[in-house]
């Protein structure tokens, strides 16, 4: 079946203004993670779903950023007044259950640009 | 925060030859996990191993594990040009639900 996918592939902003990104996990997987990666850095642990409910949003770097997954597979990543510095690439994972001994399917990311 | 590190940063080999790339982290884990990244793209899992394990192998991959040290290793044999790549570590502390990946080693294999 289909991997993790993301969208939009590249999302290009102002500052200020407010995005929203999208995550289709793998279907029938329980567990959806968000991440957020610099250049030349590793992923970024932003927020954790199990299901429906956010089950550790503590990653997540102000209250700016906050994401949704309201049926417990499609999530969506939002971010208001962007910033420059919220420029990066955002990956989205997911796995069967927990991710404690399931592996995590990653999804190619959205690369964000604020401008 | 980041919780692992990875060092090399940086490795560069020649082809057929053996890399090994390793990880540091801090904290007591469940399971430490190495995943690969090709440039521009997703991550993928390579192997996982759980914190009563030392050694694990896939394939061409050898992973070993030190909780006493809070270290692993990642062995990979006879490399080839397509196992050029960052490999990143991620743990699965014992607490809470995050992953923590480190920066990565970025590996090169010469034809």
């Known amino acids: 079946g289909a991997g993790v996918s993301q969208t939009p592939s590249n999302k290009v902003t102002e500052k200020g203004k407010y995005v929203e990104l999208r995550c289709d996990p793998i279907s029938g997987h329980t567990a959806l993670y968000w991440y957020r990666q610099s250049l030349g850095q590793g992923p970024e642990f932003l927020i954790y779903?199990?299901?429906?409910?956010?089950?550790?949003d503590s990653g997540l770097p102000n209250d700016r950023f906050f994401a949704v997954r309201p049926e417990g597979s499609v999530s969506t990543l939002k971010i208001q007044r962007t910033e420059r510095g919220d420029s990066a690439v955002y990956l989205c994972a997911s796995s069967r259950a927990t991710g404690r001994i399931n592996e995590q399917f990653f999804g190619p990311g959205t690369r964000l640009t604020v401008l | 925060s980041q919780q692992g590190e990875e060092d090399p940063q940086a490795l560069s080999i020649q082809e057929g030859e053996n890399a090994t790339m390793n990880c540091s982290y801090k904290t007591s884990i469940n399971n430490l996990q190495w995943y690969r990244q090709n440039s521009g793209r997703g991550l993928v899992h390579l192997i996982l191993i759980r914190s009563n394990e030392r050694e694990k192998h896939s394939g061409r991959l050898r992973v070993t594990l030190d909780t006493s040290k809070k270290s692993s290793s990642l062995l990979i044999t006879a490399s080839r040009a397509a196992d050029t790549a960052s490999y990143f570590c991620?743990?699965?502390?014992?607490?809470?639900?995050?992953?923590?990946f480190g920066t990565g080693t970025s590996l090169t294999v010469i034809p």
């Open positions: 779903f199990q299901g429906t409910g956010a089950a550790d």
């Open positions: 991620a743990t699965d502390p014992d607490t809470g639900n995050q992953f923590y």
